[in-house]
């Protein structure tokens, strides 16, 4: 069954209108392609922008998310070279394989 749609479907529009270097928008996401021809989409062809705009949204949170990552584990090697755990060698680690909590 198919689910009607009562009300028009609003722009994503959120009043920042710069494009950033990849070409969308940065306050929706939107392309150049998907701004301009909004008026003339079809209710399937708006949701499908609004999907697609959610998806572009995750993928720059997770992109700036591994960049801060990247920052703090450098900046957390620089601190504290001695806890650079990435470093140890696999001679310096210790074998519990036969060790038993009683």
């Not at 940065?26 to 499908?48: I, M, P, V």
């Not at 705009?53 to 620089?78: D, F, P, Y």
Request: charged share 30%.
């Amino acid at each position: 069954m198919e689910q009607l749609a009562f009300f028009e479907i609003p722009s994503p529009c959120i009043g920042v209108c710069q494009t950033d270097d990849r070409g969308y928008c940065q306050g929706c996401l939107r392309s150049r392609d998907e701004r301009f021809h909004w008026l003339s989409l079809t209710n399937a062809q708006k949701y499908d922008v609004i999907r697609l705009c959610n998806q572009r949204r995750r993928r720059r949170q997770l992109a700036a998310l591994k960049v801060m990552q990247s920052h703090l584990e450098q900046e957390r090697a620089a601190l504290n070279p001695e806890l650079n755990f990435d470093l140890i060698e696999e001679s310096d680690k210790v074998d519990l394989d036969g060790f038993e909590l009683d």
